[in-house]
Structures are given as structure tokens and as C-alpha cells.
């Protein structure tokens, strides 16, 4: 029996969670030239200790790693019982991604796993192993039911309203580098079924420098069932893919058959580092996390454009408290808070 016959749902992020999960950084010479070790170990330890002050925050990461991790959220003031650490060894740090699509029984609450596979974005970051056992590794540690969703999906490239809707990108789910045996009528069942939604909302591309190809969690959130916070973009790079982006989203109908309310947020201005392999990073203000009783949101040592963003997003969020996270250096390998975590529902 498939996860939307059985009662399972996703739930909308802003909904109460149990935890949030991240893929603590690996050794390994390809992220981030390899000479960020100690940096992005830090900025882990800052962002971990962050969701710690709103709830546990549990941490994919190889036993032998334990102790220097838990010593660096100490450093970062993490609150100590909440920093729970599983001996679970991965490829990457993009747990949005490999991690599992937590779901919920619609009547009785139950927590279940959605366990997807995991390709690396169309087999451009070898090896994958370990990061697609993920969602069986956690779905054991939590004694969690496990359904399987039949297709490669990261969950990066879909985005849950609560209300049926789920947003994604043709770039990404229809590209053949994803599932070349499915068409898009397949790919639209396999989603309803695997999430529990009814209607499948498609925008078309995604923004420059993107590996993912074009995650929407980079383009287009939901802040609740009838508001969609969507990225423009005043300079040439990505302004006709998110004017199209735009003009779609204003089309779709929201639950309750209106029109979204859709707000407009400018994009960062191009953040780029010299001799990189991405000549634009894909900075985004939608690359938020929703915690419970927070938001953390990426800045990028743009001091208005940063401001202007928290004011955006502390408006949409009234009753959450919202804290800007640099994630200037975590952009260069291609996401920021969104892209490494993953919620799971209370």
C-alpha cells in the first residue's frame, strides 16, 4: 500500500517538529577546496546551535566524530541536551536532499518515513552510497514505519502547502538525468501517492549556478497554505526565468480556488568567488528554515539587501523569531540553511 492510501501526509514545515536533522561536513578534498575544514565545522556547530535554541537538532556523522562535534556545538553555545549525534556516515551535506521525507498519519499523528532514491542531482557528485541509505539508517535509529517512493526525488525540489498543493520545477523532475523512464504523468502519481498531495504546481527553471538544476527551495516558498514568498531578480542573470516563475505562480489557484498572495523578494546581488567551479553562486533568500517558534535565514554580507529580507521574512512570520545566519561561505558548494537540513514532524 502506497504512503497517501495508508493515511500519510508531509506536513508543512511550519508545522510543531520533533527535531531537525543535518549531514555534519565529511573530509573530503571536493567541499570546499578542503581547506574550509575547521570554517564550515564552525558554521555547522553555528547553525546546529541555533536550532538547538528552538528545538533537538539530531546529526548524521560518523561515530569516530562524535566528540569533536559535540565539542565545537559546545563551543558555539549549543544547548547541550539537545545536540544528539547518530553514527550514520554519508557522502554530503545536503541533507534536505538524502535525508528521509518525514511524513504523518492524517488521523492518528503517527510519524512514518518517506525514503526516496538519491542520485546526486543527476550522478554529477559521485559517490552517493552512503547518502542514499541515509533515510533506512534514520528510519531504523527512530523505529519509524518506511515507505518507499519509487522514483529519485530531494526533497529540495518540492514544497508542501498542507492544504494538497506541493510546488516543484520541471528542470528538475522531468530532466532525464533524474528518472528517464517516467513522464510527467507518472512522475505527478508517484507524487500525490509518496506525499499524500492532490495537485502537482510546476514552475520551469531554476536560477544560475544551481547544481540541483533547479531546486525550488532556491525560487518559491510557501510561509502558509495561501502565501508564496517567489525570488526576482533585478539584474540579467536569472530575471526572464523568475519573471516566467512569477507569471505562473500569479496563475495557479490556492486552496481555497483564489489566487496565492505572492510576494516578491529580490534575490542577493551575484555573490561570486574568483576561480571558482561556479562563476555565480546560487544565493537565495528563500533558503530559509522554519523552526519551531523561529526562522533562521540565510544572509550574505549584503548589509541592506540582507536587512530588507529579515524585514520581508519577520513580516510573513509575526509570531516566529527570525535569525539571520551568514551563509556566505556555505553558498560556494552550491546551498545554504534549507539545502542541509531536514524537519521531522512532532
Not at 4 to 13: K, L, S
Not at 75 to 90: G, I, M, T, Y
Request: proline share 7%.
Amino acid at each position: 500500500m502506497h504512503t497517501a492510501a495508508a493515511g500519510f501526509t508531509m506536513p508543512p514545515e511550519w508545522s510543531p517538529q520533533e527535531a531537525v536533522w543535518l549531514s555534519w561536513p565529511v573530509d573530503d578534498p571536493r567541499h570546499w577546496g578542503g581547506a574550509k575544514r575547521e570554517m564550515m565545522w564552525r558554521k555547522f556547530a553555528e547553525i546546529a546551535a541555533a536550532i538547538s535554541r528552538h528545538e533537538p537538532v539530531r546529526i548524521n556523522a560518523p561515530g569516530a566524530d562524535h566528540a569533536a562535534i559535540a565539542a565545537a556545538c559546545n563551543r558555539a553555545k549549543a544547548v547541550p541536551e539537545r545536540v544528539q549525534l547518530f553514527d550514520h556516515p554519508h557522502n554530503d551535506v545536503w541533507c534536505r536532499d538524502h535525508g528521509p521525507i518525514f511524513l504523518k498519519h492524517r488521523e492518528t499523528g503517527e510519524v512514518a518515513v518517506s525514503d526516496w532514491e538519491f542520485n546526486a542531482w543527476g550522478g554529477k557528485f559521485p559517490p552517493w552510497d552512503l547518502d542514499n541509505a541515509i533515510p533506512g539508517r534514520i528510519a531504523a535509529a527512530l523505529g519509524k514505519r518506511v515507505f518507499k517512493g519509487g522514483m529519485i526525488l530531494e526533497g529540495g525540489a518540492i514544497e508542501i502547502n498542507g492544504a494538497g498543493q506541493v510546488l516543484t520545477t520541471e528542470a528538475v523532475l522531468l530532466n532525464p538525468n533524474r528518472n528517464p523512464q517516467l513522464n510527467r504523468q507518472d512522475i505527478e502519481q508517484l507524487l500525490r501517492d509518496g506525499l499524500g498531495v492532490s495537485e502537482i504546481l510546476w514552475l520551469k527553471r531554476g536560477i544560475e549556478g544551481d547544481d540541483t538544476d533547479g531546486h525550488i527551495d532556491d525560487l518559491a516558498r510557501f510561509t502558509d497554505e495561501r502565501t508564496i514568498l517567489a525570488c526576482i531578480d533585478h539584474s540579467a542573470n536569472n530575471r526572464d526565468i523568475l519573471n516566467d516563475n512569477l507569471a505562473r505562480l500569479r496563475s495557479f489557484l490556492g486552496p481555497n480556488g483564489k489566487p496565492f498572495e505572492v510576494v516578491k523578494i529580490p534575490l542577493p546581488e551575484a555573490c561570486e568567488v574568483p576561480g571558482w567551479r561556479l562563476p555565480v553562486l546560487p544565493a537565495s533568500y528563500v533558503n530559509f528554515l522554519i523552526v519551531n517558534g523561529g526562522v533562521l535565514a540565510p544572509t550574505f554580507r549584503q548589509g541592506r539587501n540582507d536587512d530588507h529580507a529579515l524585514g520581508m521574512i519577520r513580516e510573513l512570520f509575526p509570531d516566529r523569531e527570525i535569525t539571520g545566519i551568514d551563509c556566505l561561505d556555505l553558498v560556494e558548494e552550491g546551498g545554504t540553511l534549507h539545502c542541509i537540513s531536514q524537519q521531522q514532524p512532532a
